[in-house]
């Protein structure tokens, strides 16, 4: 323990953090700040946003730089740095994938709860044509969106309630989370593969969506967001 921690009371605020590190050479100085960059973001359980690491380094500091330098020594190893929802974060490559399966019955990210084709396909929905409510979703499909098929996407923080729509009885709309970008492994929404260009390549067309069988029937499940508050989604003003 050093002197200063010895000296230093429990109640006692840390000491303040040197940002600038201006008595360091310009290398070492350098080097200190990618290694604080690194050790927040390895400390953290979510991506780590841009506003939050320029708390540790100096003003000037290009944090993008310092990311470029970190991605440059991770180059060799199984786990890469990597932007998503807005931030960064430690992920393993997915080349490792099947050994992590392997070791521990799923690869890294993969705790949440398997989606159906239908919720994948109404969770697809949403992302493309946010924000948009569960009248317009049935419209979409020719059939009605259950509220329990919402409540699902809901309860793995995959969607959430949006701003009111114009419509009659200002119903909610649904907008994504953070949490679907980081678990589709998107940095913003604008990441999306584009909607016509996956129909010109026959990938997708709204007949195959339509065909699919989506559960009906207005489901007393908890939590679709239409008569309570709503929560903050990500939604993004320029057309995807």
């Known amino acids: 323990m050093s002197?200063?921690?010895?000296?230093?009371?429990?109640?006692?605020q840390p000491a303040l953090l040197d940002t600038e590190l201006e008595h360091l050479p310009p290398e070492l100085r350098w080097r200190e700040w990618m290694g604080r960059v690194e050790?927040?973001?390895?400390?953290?359980?979510?991506?780590?946003e841009r506003s939050v690491l320029a708390r540790v380094v100096g003003?000037?500091?290009?944090?993008?730089l310092i990311v470029d330098d970190i991605r440059a020594e991770l180059a060799g190893r199984p786990y890469e740095l990597?932007?998503?929802?807005?931030?960064?974060?430690?992920?393993?490559?997915k080349a490792f994938g099947d050994v992590i399966r392997s070791a521990f019955g799923t690869a890294a990210g993969e705790g949440a709860?398997?989606?159906?084709?239908?919720?994948?396909?109404?969770?697809?929905?949403?992302a493309y044509f946010q924000p948009i409510t569960r009248g317009e979703l049935s419209s979409f499909f020719g059939k009605e969106v259950s509220r329990d098929l919402i409540g699902v996407l809901r309860a793995q923080d995959l969607i959430a309630s949006g701003p009111r729509s114009?419509?009659?009885?200002?119903?909610?709309t649904y907008v994504t989370t953070r949490n679907f970008l980081s678990q589709f492994g998107l940095d913003t929404l604008r990441q999306l593969p584009d909607f016509e260009?996956?129909?010109d390549a026959g990938l997708l067309s709204k007949e195959k969506l339509l065909a699919v069988d989506i559960p009906t029937g207005l489901g007393r499940g908890e939590g679709d967001g239409?008569?309570?508050?709503p929560t903050t989604g990500v939604v993004e003003d320029e057309a995807l």
Not at 39 to 48: D, M, S, T
Not at 113 to 126: D, G
Not at 166 to 172: D, W
Not at 226 to 229: A, I, K, N, P, T
Request: with cysteine.
């Open 3 to 12: 002197e200063a921690s010895a000296r230093r009371k429990p109640n006692d």
């Open 39 to 48: 050790a927040v973001i390895f400390a953290a359980n979510e991506p780590v």
């Open 59 to 64: 003003r000037n500091c290009n944090i993008e």
């Open 82 to 93: 990597v932007a998503v929802a807005g931030g960064w974060q430690h992920r393993t490559k």
């Open 113 to 126: 709860k398997e989606l159906t084709q239908s919720e994948a396909l109404v969770l697809m929905c949403i």
């Open 166 to 172: 114009p419509q009659p009885g200002a119903p909610y």
């Open 197 to 199: 260009a996956l129909e």
């Open 226 to 229: 239409e008569e309570g508050e």
